[in-house]
């Protein structure tokens, strides 16, 4: 039985990691709000957000911590990982130094979360098809050798935004 305060029946804690300008704060903005912005401003620390999604018959909600890029904005980064159950690990298709960055973010993750916690990679800003970097598969192959699922989107063009937060969610339940 649900307590009359809330209205979820679980709440679980999700983190987005990822180099700086990504599109972090945009996809967790679409996500929540359905908003987007172009002068989207640098994450200093952490910023919160929260979403409620329906998996069958039950009511999840996701905490969201939207966390900083920037090196310098990162002194408490194992404490933003405390406690996760899910993590979403960002780079921007566009940016070959977001995609070499992965492998960074993996051992963070892996040093400060349990085995249990569930990775997804999302590769965003799919819409700048003509400076693509990385192409699907070669993303696909690497995701899959590293134990993640592999989702692309746009939060520009709102593509799989949800999708990626839901097959994230759904591998946790
Ligand atoms: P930090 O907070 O510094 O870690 O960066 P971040 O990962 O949160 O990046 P943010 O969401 O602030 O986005 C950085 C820039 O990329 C902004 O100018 C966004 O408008 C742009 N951007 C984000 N997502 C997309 C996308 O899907 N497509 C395009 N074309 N631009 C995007
Ligand atoms: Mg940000």
Redesign the pocket.
Known sequence: TRSPFVDYDYLIKVVVV?D????????VARFTRNEF???????IGVEFATKTIKVESRSICAQLW?T???ERYRALASAYYRGAVGVLL?YDVTNMKSYQNIAHWLSEIKAYTLPTCQVLMVG??I??KGVRKITEPQAKTFASSNGMKYVE????ECTNVADSFTTLVHGIY
């Open positions: 990822g700086s300008g990504v599109g972090k704060s945009q996809l912005s172009t002068n989207s401003r640098q994450t939207d900083a890029g920037e960002v965003n800003k819409d700048l989107t746009s939060a520009l």
